[in-house]
């Protein structure tokens, strides 16, 4: 397996490269935030970890998530489950994992620096109901939208075509309100530009907001564009 990462690698570098790292260095209690301008190889030491371990693991989440990211599919050819297959394995995979996984960041940076800052508090609260809504949008589509879109492939009814039309609409309202909360975060945050002097914390948070708005895009694009105006002209 090849090694991007190695005991030389400084860890502030590391997450700046590969922001999932901060969860990765997190179980282990390696800090990236004011012990990051080290080597890697310093905070194993310091906990007394294996460096083969520890390298070995960290890398392969990187090549996990890095062919997870390059994934592709040619969508003219692609049927409607190899798409729905594909959205629910990286997108949703990629939220379920992300969100909660950021929310702790989002609020220990609102409570070391909010007093000083008080706009990040308006960046919790939009990034916590994006998150309560976007959970809530990925269980309706895996529940009600996509086994709709399936069921309309194999028995292409009326009945079947308005049922979907009708949660297609609801998602697709969800997808707008959603765009608008990331609008806001990109304005709050100055396109996500963190102050100077930003701690590392504070600067990961910014890089995995971008983050998850490039993949959000991406996402909401693959349902509006493909599969639901795909399921609209089936009918």
């Known amino acids: 397996m090849e090694h991007t990462f190695n005991e030389t690698s400084v860890i502030g570098d590391i997450v700046t490269k590969f922001p999932k790292a901060g969860d990765f260095f997190k179980t282990y209690r390696i800090d990236f935030c004011c012990g990051g301008n080290r080597p890697l190889i310093d905070a194993i030491n310091e906990r007394n970890l294996s460096s083969e371990d520890v390298l070995s693991k960290l890398n392969l989440l990187y090549q996990e998530t890095k062919a997870l ?3 592709r599919i040619s969508w003219e050819s ?4 190899e798409l729905i297959d594909f959205i629910i394995h990286k997108h949703h995979r990629f939220l379920n994992e992300e969100l909660p996984q950021l929310s702790p960041y989002v609020t220990k940076v609102l409570r070391v620096h909010g007093a000083a800052q008080p706009h990040l508090a308006k960046i919790h609260r939009l990034f916590h109901e994006l998150k309560t809504e976007l959970e809530q ?5 895996e529940t009600e939208d996509f086994p709709l879109i399936l069921a309309l492939d194999e028995n292409p009814t009326d009945e079947n ?8 609409n609801e998602l697709e309202n969800e997808h707008s309100h959603a765009g608008n909360i990331l609008k806001e975060l990109r304005e709050v945050t100055n ?14 948070v910014y890089q995995r907001l971008e983050a998850l708005e490039a993949d959000l895009f991406d996402h909401i694009h693959l349902e509006n564009n493909i599969l639901f105006r795909r399921a609209a002209q089936s009918a």
Do not use: M, W
């Open 191 to 204: 396109d996500f530009t963190p102050p100077l002097g930003a701690c590392g914390t504070y600067r990961l």
């Open 137 to 141: 949008h990925l269980i309706k589509e």
């Open 78 to 81: 692609a049927s409607n489950v």
């Open 161 to 168: 075509y308005a049922k979907l039309q009708a949660v297609v």
């Open 69 to 71: 990211n390059e994934a």
